[in-house]
């Protein structure tokens, strides 16, 4: 493995700073993880301590007070609570379909490839011919199945806690910028505000981006086999799942509190993109924004027979 080097400071060389001084400004695990990450997505990644701090960086650096962001309807329930609380600091955004054109006059448009937890995909091409910058949230995707820059995306964010960390043990943000310049403005802006990820999460995703490929093929093998069988189950009304990874959702004829309780193998937690399966009632965090039967399924590694008899087991008690 690459070392992992938790220094704060390193000596001047000849009396000037080097590459690495003060790790606020660049740590050299941070750096080999950034290009890790670019190297896959095409661009130039940087890493944030969450992917909610990737999202407050990058709108922070990137907006003006009154500017305006159009945000995709039904994307991560987080994001648009996240913008909420930066309308007082003057951040305004719309909500639109996007499936569709992003809403005319935005100055960013906010994509998410599948959204959380409806699993649409947007129209990349659409959002691209908006005059505004664009941005994808490709949490769910993964540079394994979308490379956004190369559908004319601006920014890419993860939260690189859910597939990229991939093991439920770290909690790490990315964003991976298309332009040098603007890399350069938010590596500024983020080394002033000090919203930096630390070498031991930047290590541990140097470590997961190892297996990232063959942990995504096998969700996505699970995970499609697992939504064919719901869909043919009668105490399941709606099946959404993209076709790719190992996220899904569903709505149980029923009462989902029963189901998240009934599980023996299938942890029921939070969270998405571990190599241990989990499930949730999302109405629980997002209210009335879901339906209150859709139960959110992020697929891991364990074998998808066993996965079947827990999930067909509890869906019976729903
Ligand atoms: C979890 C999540 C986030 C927020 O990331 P954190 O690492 O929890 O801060 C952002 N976008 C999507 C799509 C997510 O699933």
């Known amino acids: 493995m690459e070392p992992l080097d938790r220094s704060t400071i390193w000596p001047?060389?000849?009396?000037?700073?080097?590459?690495?001084?003060y790790q606020r400004y660049a740590h050299p695990t941070?750096?080999?993880?950034?290009?890790?990450?670019?190297?896959?997505?095409?661009?130039?990644?940087?890493?944030?301590?969450?992917?909610?701090?990737a999202i407050t960086a990058l709108v922070l650096a990137e907006l003006a007070p009154g500017q305006t962001v159009a945000l995709a309807e039904g994307a991560y329930y987080g994001t648009g609570a996240l913008f909420t609380s930066l309308e007082r600091w003057g951040l305004r955004f719309v909500e639109f379909d996007q499936t569709g054109p992003p809403a005319a006059g935005a100055d960013l448009v906010w994509l998410e490839a599948p959204s959380n937890p409806f699993l649409t995909m947007p129209d990349l091409e659409?959002?691209?011919?908006?005059?505004?910058?664009?941005?994808?949230?490709?949490?769910a995707a993964t540079?394994?199945?979308?490379?956004?820059?190369?559908?004319g995306a601006d920014y890419v964010v993860h939260s690189a806690t859910k597939y990229l960390g991939g093991h439920h043990d770290l909690l790490l943000g990315a964003v991976v910028c298309r332009d040098a310049d603007s890399?350069?403005?938010?590596?500024?802006?983020?080394g002033r505000t000090g919203i930096v990820a630390t070498p031991d999460s930047a290590w541990l995703?140097?470590?997961?981006?190892k297996t990232l490929r063959p942990r995504l093929e096998r969700q996505t093998e699970t995970?499609?086999?697992l939504a064919a069988r719901l869909q043919r189950l009668d105490a399941v009304e709606t099946v959404r799942y993209p076709g790719f990874g190992g996220l899904l959702s569903f709505d149980v004829r029923g009462d989902?509190?029963?189901?998240?309780?009934s599980l023996n193998l299938i942890a029921n937690a939070t969270s998405l993109g571990g190599v241990d399966t989990v499930l949730e009632s999302r109405s629980r965090w997002e209210g009335g924004r879901v339906p209150d039967n859709l139960l959110r399924l992020s697929v891991g590694l364990e074998d998808a027979d066993e996965l079947w008899s827990d999930l067909e087991q509890a869906i019976a008690n729903a």
């Open 126 to 139: 659409a959002a691209a011919a908006h005059p505004g910058r664009v941005v994808v949230d490709s949490t």
């Open 143 to 151: 540079p394994v199945y979308l490379r956004p820059l190369e559908h």
């Open 183 to 190: 890399a350069a403005r938010l590596r500024e802006f983020r």
């Open 12 to 21: 001047y060389r000849d009396g000037e700073p080097g590459e690495f001084y």
């Open 256 to 261: 989902a509190r029963r189901v998240e309780t």
């Open 30 to 53: 941070g750096v080999e993880a950034e290009r890790a990450l670019g190297k896959l997505e095409g661009g130039e990644a940087l890493l944030f301590p969450s992917g909610s701090a």
């Open 223 to 225: 995970a499609s086999d």
């Open 205 to 209: 995703l140097l470590r997961s981006l």
